[in-house]
């Protein structure tokens, strides 16, 4: 055997293994295929899989079908691992096999090669702690999978919720800063009746704060889990009373209410649960990005846009044009949020390609989702801070399109009726003239009439 290598052994034969690898043979082989993005798995796709591992471990003993001193030593790996330890021995990409059984087998080999070194033998002697019929006992890739896509996308949900709980308060903080500041709405992109610039963040905040609660609802499906189900659903290999116990156990070990499958049958074949999350990021995504659009227009000029807001500049705007400022972290939200909807498509395709007792394409569903919620949970903090805490009212501007806007006419139709108001819109474009003069030159109403009919509160009521 070379210096720095041990022959390890699988059903394959003989392979070299880096001597101070925690990876065995599978892991072996299998990171020469999956170099697909050169990146590591995914933080919480690791940490679901050995909560997993150790659940699996805890109920095989208590079911008296794992010898202690090898479950012990396997639960205090996972300990370790969760602790932070060996997390650079998952080498396998969130993408990987079908199914993931490349990642679940990276789990098992780390895991069994660490609980031999506790337990005083040589990593590669799987006589003694095998990571296929010890640390993989009760289990398949089939059903620790699925169970681990739903752990992971939990908790990076629940940490994109904590991002949307800073953007919905920077939000609500300008709706109210802006509550008085009257401006032109606009519909199709032409000019409409008044609205206050804080009716409009208002309705941003609210948008966000449904998409949060539509993603904390979706949450509530992903609770019920595939793990007892093993390769079809039928819970093959496992003792008497495992499903139940191992679910138990895994809740205990991850915080969350984990139920049970109705049916493992449903859990192995569907991912309709991960769908259903991934739809609802999207549609966070899709509310987002129309939230940077109507951004992006309020702000450009600042002599040629609308400019009726001025947003903080966080870098130059151009290697060029000296003092541009532009909507720069709009504009990558905006980018973030096509690449979340494109992800979302990919889960959908994904869901959509499973064959009878099996879903097979978990690897590109769960990266999917991760690098969604990531994206997003890494952003949206500094978006609100650094562009929506900072965005100003450009109050003379919103003025000005106020009282030159002829669209203000609607008004008065209640008063001189809808064709003479229409009348008046069109000499007040013509002539460049405000509405009061030509109404007033008409006789159409008096001067009091008009001004009651203006006042700010008919205006926004």
Request: glycine share 6%.
């Amino acid at each position: 055997m070379s210096q720095d290598f041990r022959i390890d052994k699988d059903s394959l034969g003989e392979i070299r293994v880096p001597i101070d690898a925690y990876y065995g043979p599978f892991t072996m082989r299998a990171k020469m295929q999956y170099q697909i993005t050169k990146l590591p798995p995914h933080r919480n796709f690791i940490k679901s899989f050995v909560m997993i591992k150790k659940a699996a471990a805890i109920t095989n003993k208590e079911l008296r079908v794992l010898p202690t001193d090898v479950a012990d030593a396997i639960i205090q790996s996972c300990d370790e691992i969760l602790d932070g330890k060996l997390s650079q021995e998952f080498v396998i990409e969130t993408l990987n096999s079908g199914a993931s059984t490349a990642f679940n087998m990276n789990c098992n080999e780390v895991i069994a090669n660490r609980s031999l070194e506790i337990m005083g033998f040589s990593k590669g002697q799987y006589d003694r702690v095998s990571p296929n019929d010890h640390v993989n006992m009760s289990q398949s890739s089939n059903d620790t999978s699925p169970t681990a896509i739903h752990l992971a996308t939990i908790m990076n949900c629940m940490e994109l919720s904590k991002s949307l709980d800073v953007l919905i308060e920077s939000l609500e903080k300008k709706s109210k800063e802006f509550n008085e500041d009257i401006k032109i709405g606009r519909t199709h992109l032409m000019d409409a009746i008044p609205v206050t610039l804080g009716h409009e963040f208002s309705a941003y905040a609210l948008a966000i704060t449904k998409c949060k609660n539509l993603i904390d609802k979706s949450l509530e499906e992903l609770y019920y889990v595939a793990l007892g189900g093993t390769a079809v659903g039928t819970g093959a290999n496992t003792p008497k009373g495992y499903q139940d116990l191992v679910v138990s156990n895994l809740a205990k070990i991850s915080g969350f209410p984990l139920k049970p499958s109705k049916n493992l049958f449903f859990s192995l074949q569907s991912k309709l649960e991960v769908t259903n999350c991934s739809s609802a990021i999207k549609n966070l995504a899709l509310e987002l990005s129309k939230i940077s659009n109507d951004i992006r227009l309020m702000a450009s000029g600042p002599m040629a846009g609308f400019a009726e807001i001025t947003i903080p500049a966080v870098h130059a705007g151009s290697s060029i044009m000296p003092g541009k400022v532009n909507p720069s972290l709009s504009e990558s939200l905006n980018m973030i949020c096509f690449v979340v909807i494109g992800n979302d498509l990919s889960v959908s395709l994904a869901a959509q390609a499973g064959q009878f007792e099996l879903n097979v394409m978990l690897g590109g569903m769960v990266k999917s989702v991760l690098d969604s919620t990531d994206m997003l949970t890494n952003f949206l903090p500094i978006f609100s801070k650094n562009m929506i805490d900072g965005i100003q009212a450009n109050k003379a501007k919103l003025q000005s399109y106020v009282q030159k806007s002829p669209v203000l006419v609607t008004l008065l139709n209640p008063i001189i009726g809808y064709l003479k108001a229409a009348e008046v819109y069109k000499e007040a474009l013509s002539s460049n003239r405000n509405i009061r003069e030509i109404v007033l030159e008409r006789e159409l109403m008096t001067a009091e009439q008009f001004d009651e009919v203006m006042s700010r509160e008919k205006l926004i009521s």
